[in-house]
């Protein structure tokens, strides 16, 4: 079965990547939620966030967390928010022209930590992925048993791609659903990944998607997607 993941819990109805958002939903029925986190105050606080900046163009690295939105959750309360799906993605914004770029990566390390400390359950549910290789790469390092993906615009070469998802030790591959047909998805379960898939909104193209087998759709309309999938939502 494909899996409904909703972009930043379901933004359609709340806003994205908040608490409200991640149980809108769950509320829906969707299997899962993406969401991202990155560094504010300092480099000490997980924040859901996709933007590095605030609305005001403040870097949520400079910000103190109680000059954050109230809206916007930590990482802790994201994942507490998501209890019982069956998927939660976390991705890590880390890339070097962001604001709160970490060439340390010491953001990798604070998240496989807090993920890996997680319950049993709830980690087995867990899947970290990044753009940028390196990070994701850290996490494994420090947490093995953490699921990881290698994030990706589209494949530079394919077979290249998963043979290198496969040699760090990744789970799977997160490509732009543009850059995915049937031969992708079928070299990546050939070789063990899974095939999570973003972001997709369109109703004939999420269906060509599960044709091909795809493991996960992440879409802004998790309701329709799954009503496209003959699945009744909520």
């Given at each position: 079965m494909?899996?409904?993941?909703?972009?930043?819990?379901?933004?359609?109805?709340?806003?994205?990547?908040?608490?409200?958002?991640?149980?809108?939903?769950?509320?829906?029925?969707?299997?899962?939620?993406?969401?991202?986190?990155?560094?504010?105050?300092?480099?000490?606080?997980?924040a859901?966030?996709?933007?590095?900046?605030?609305?005001?163009?403040?870097?949520?690295?400079?910000?103190?967390?109680?000059?954050?939105?109230a809206?916007?959750?930590?990482?802790?309360?994201?994942?507490?928010?998501?209890?019982?799906?069956?998927?939660?993605?976390?991705?890590?914004?880390?890339?070097?022209?962001?604001?709160?770029?970490?060439?340390?990566?010491?953001?990798?390390?604070?998240?496989?930590?807090l993920?890996?400390?997680?319950?049993?359950p709830?980690?087995?549910?867990?899947?970290?992925?990044?753009?940028?290789?390196?990070?994701?790469?850290?996490?494994?390092?420090?947490?093995?048993?953490?699921?990881?993906?290698?994030?990706?615009?589209?494949?530079?070469?394919?077979?290249?791609?998963?043979?290198?998802?496969?040699?760090?030790?990744?789970?799977?591959?997160?490509?732009?659903?543009?850059?995915?047909?049937?031969?992708?998805?079928?070299?990546?379960?050939?070789a063990?990944?899974?095939?999570?898939?973003?972001?997709?909104?369109?109703?004939?193209?999420?269906?060509?998607?599960?044709?091909?087998?795809?493991?996960?759709?992440?879409?802004?309309?998790?309701?329709?997607?799954?009503?496209?999938?003959?699945?009744?939502?909520?």
């Amino acid at each position: 079965m494909t899996h409904v993941i909703g972009h930043q819990g379901a933004p359609r109805v709340a806003p994205a990547n908040t608490v409200a958002a991640f149980e809108a939903a769950r509320a829906i029925g969707a299997d899962g939620v993406e969401l991202d986190v990155r560094r504010a105050a300092g480099g000490d606080h997980l924040a859901v966030s996709h933007d590095d900046r605030l609305a005001d163009g403040r870097a949520l690295l400079d910000t103190p967390v109680v000059e954050l939105p109230a809206t916007m959750p930590d990482l802790t309360a994201a994942l507490d928010a998501c209890a019982g799906l069956s998927v939660v993605n976390v991705e890590i914004k880390n890339w070097p022209a962001d604001a709160d770029y970490d060439a340390e990566l010491t953001i990798a390390e604070r998240v496989a930590e807090l993920l890996a400390g997680r319950p049993a359950p709830e980690r087995d549910r867990l899947i970290v992925s990044c753009f940028h290789l390196a990070t994701v790469d850290r996490v494994r390092e420090v947490a093995p048993e953490l699921a990881t993906a290698w994030l990706m615009l589209g494949f530079s070469s394919p077979e290249r791609d998963v043979a290198t998802a496969v040699e760090h030790g990744h789970r799977a591959i997160h490509p732009h659903h543009s850059a995915v047909d049937a031969d992708v998805v079928g070299l990546a379960h050939a070789a063990g990944l899974a095939v999570n898939t973003w972001t997709c909104d369109e109703p004939d193209r999420i269906r060509w998607l599960a044709g091909t087998g795809v493991d996960g759709i992440v879409t802004n309309v998790p309701d329709v997607a799954l009503a496209l999938l003959g699945r009744v939502a909520g």
